[in-house]
């Protein structure tokens, strides 16, 4: 009877609110075979509808999603590090020009691309991004360097641009990440001066936990469609975008980074595991929520410290999907449960 009501103030409370906020498992590990590793990933949040996806481009993108998991599954099942996986699972998405982060990303107001990226390992905090490249070819690996090879957790522009040139990694010509599709997407957002968020979702990340119970995540974006010369979304701001803390949580997000930053969306999540004693999922709502009172929407995946895992978002949908050692494995685009 308690839940029953508990259900109808929830349903209460969401259609007061407008905005639904989709959860989507927080498995229990108690009551669920307990992997020894676990990875998932998320390919963007945005208007992700069924009717506008053709058969073809769905099962592209989920191909794509299963190619990810499985280079982030593939360092699992050999023993390496949470953070080496999420790292090779986003490099392909990277690399993959379906998605909005390497080659394939949304071109700035200037015709440019500028990308963001960021990492954290859970097992001491440490973190790294870079914010603003135009010619690392990839910017997560730009991100790990600055977490492994410098001193410091965020580099800029052209300084940073440089630092991944010094520490040996591949850089591009700018055009290298230009594709038809984003320069129309340019043309007709310049000529409309409307933005839909299908402008910028594309975004990837990943969160995955190690035989050693180490959490980690990662991100990377282009950010969204004519974005002005020098804007910073979330996607590298560690605590926004990208937080991850043993035995706490690992979060990866996607959305209107305004509205990230301004909630802090990554930390709030792990902050209120922590110390509020919320669930996975309860935690994300409760961000998402503060992101939706202030206008905006997206979405975020979310491991736990035993490495149980949710994916939440407040938009129409989100790339997603999951693999662990027990076998599972699953990919899902929408919003209903599919
Ligand atoms: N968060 C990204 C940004 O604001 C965009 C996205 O994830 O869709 O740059």
């Keep these: 009877m308690t839940r029953i009501l508990a259900g109808l103030f929830l349903a209460l409370i969401i259609s007061a609110c407008g905005k639904e906020t989709i959860a989507q498992p927080d498995t229990p590990m108690a009551d669920a075979e307990q992997p020894d590793w676990r990875i998932v990933i998320h390919g963007g949040a945005g ?8 058969d073809e481009q769905e099962a592209a993108y989920r191909a794509a999603l299963e190619v990810a998991l499985d280079a982030g ?6 023993g390496g590090t949470s953070v080496d996986a999420v790292q090779a699972a986003v490099l392909t998405m990277e690399n993959n020009e379906l998605f909005n982060a390497g080659k394939g990303a949304v071109l700035t107001a200037a015709h440019e691309h500028e990308l963001d990226a960021s990492i954290m390992d859970g097992r001491d905090r440490d973190a790294g991004s870079v914010a603003g490249v135009k010619h690392v070819k990839n910017p997560i690996l730009a991100a790990r360097a600055v977490m492994d090879q410098s001193e410091h957790v965020m580099f800029s522009g ?14 591009v010509d700018n055009s290298y990440f230009t594709t038809e599709r984003r320069e129309k997407a340019l043309e007709r957002v310049l000529d409309t001066r409307e933005r839909t968020d299908a402008d910028r979702h594309g975004t990837v990340g990943a ?9 980690a995540a990662a991100t990377t974006t282009g950010g969204m469609t004519a974005k002005a010369t020098g804007r910073v979304g979330d996607s590298p701001l560690i605590g926004a975008a990208t937080y991850a803390q043993n ?9 209107h980074g305004e509205y990230f930053i301004r909630v802090g969306v990554a930390k709030t999540i792990c902050a209120r595991v922590e110390l509020a004693g919320d669930s996975i999922d309860a935690a994300a709502e409760n961000a998402l929520g503060q992101v939706a009172d202030l206008g ?3 979405g975020v995946i979310v491991m736990g410290g035993e490495g149980q895992y949710a ?11 999951m693999m662990d050692s027990t076998g599972a494995i699953e990919t899902a685009i929408f919003e209903a449960k599919e």
Excluded: H, P
Excluded at 159 to 168: K, L, N, P, Q
């Design 158 to 171: 052209a300084g940073a641009d440089a630092f991944a040139e010094s520490v040996g990694l591949e850089t």
């Design 73 to 78: 599954a593939e360092v699992l099942k050999q």
């Design 247 to 255: 035995g706490v949580c690992a979060v990866s997000a996607t959305g």
């Design 47 to 54: 208007v992700i509808l069924r009717e506008n996806l053709s």
């Design 207 to 215: 969160v995955a936990i190690d035989r050693d119970g180490n959490l």
């Design 296 to 298: 905006g929407d997206g």
């Design 311 to 321: 994916y939440v978002f407040n938009s129409k949908g989100m790339y997603r999907g």
